[in-house]
């Protein structure tokens, strides 16, 4: 009896297995292996990636890390932009073109961090605008050009209205504004760190408002005899140009 069931159970199990549909074959083993995703560390050549039927970038690679020329495309197939690195690194200048194919904006890369001129172009391969950079962070050098390659200046500048209320209760409010009016503004108290402008060493008062106000207290204890402003103003060409200005206190027990 027991040999009789042994027997119709490896019937029935041959049979589920086997029946056309019912079961992984050898092919769907095989295709099964072909579609997994394997992190492939030492990978060396060029790697195309793709979103549907976009070619998204390619991304040369030496030993599983970036190394020599990586690309990105507009989804009608033109280089967008080029970047190229050493051992996972920026360096050198990373480039981003028009869809027609000219250089738009090189930007100089030592050690995987911004440093040095940035520069922009127009379609005419004319110099739209010179920036600086240090160390990953803006300096206070900025030239824009227009397309006649004339320089371009009169740029706002940092204007300051006080309110003196020391003797009455003991505050010192400085209102800022830009001489045009422009809302397209960012206020900062601080200065500049080294040449830098170093965001995380200044406070950020107001973005793209148009005005900021400091209120300063009467502390009792000596304090700076000035406040520092840095304003990050949005050009017509939508760059960033930084202004700043030194505000020298009356008291000095201000905080």
């Not at 490896?10 to 099964?32: F, M, S, T, W």
């Not at 997994?36 to 060396?44: I, Q």
């Amino acid at each position: 009896m027991k040999k009789l069931l042994y027997s119709l159970f490896i019937i029935v199990l041959a049979g589920a297995i086997g029946c056309k549909g019912k079961g992984p074959g050898k092919q769907d083993l095989q295709n099964a292996a072909d579609t997994s995703t394997v992190a492939d560390t030492g990978r060396t050549g060029v790697v195309q990636y793709m979103s549907g039927q976009y070619k998204v970038s390619e991304v040369t690679f030496k030993n599983g890390v970036r190394h020599g020329l990586m690309k990105s495309f507009y989804q009608t197939g033109e280089v967008r932009t080029t970047w190229w690195y050493e051992n996972g690194l920026k360096q050198d200048s990373a480039r981003y073109y028009y869809q027609q194919g000219e250089v738009f904006r090189t930007t100089p890369y030592k050690n995987d961090t911004i440093d040095g001129i940035q520069k922009q172009f127009y379609r005419t391969r004319k110099v739209r605008a010179k920036i600086g950079w240090s160390k990953g962070m803006r300096t206070d050098y900025m030239e824009e050009f227009d397309s006649k390659g004339k320089l371009i200046g009169g740029y706002p500048q940092i204007v300051a209205n006080v309110k003196d209320q020391y003797a009455t209760n003991g505050t010192y409010r400085i209102g800022l504004e830009l001489s045009d009016k422009s809302k397209f503004v960012n206020f900062y108290l601080g200065e500049f760190t080294d040449g830098r402008f170093d965001t995380t060493h200044c406070k950020l008062l107001t973005k793209d408002i148009g005005t900021a106000e400091i209120v300063l207290k009467k502390s009792g204890n000596p304090g700076p005899n000035y406040v520092s402003v840095i304003a990050s103003i949005r050009t017509p060409l939508l760059n960033r140009y930084l202004s700043t200005k030194k505000i020298n206190l009356p008291y000095n027990d201000l905080k």
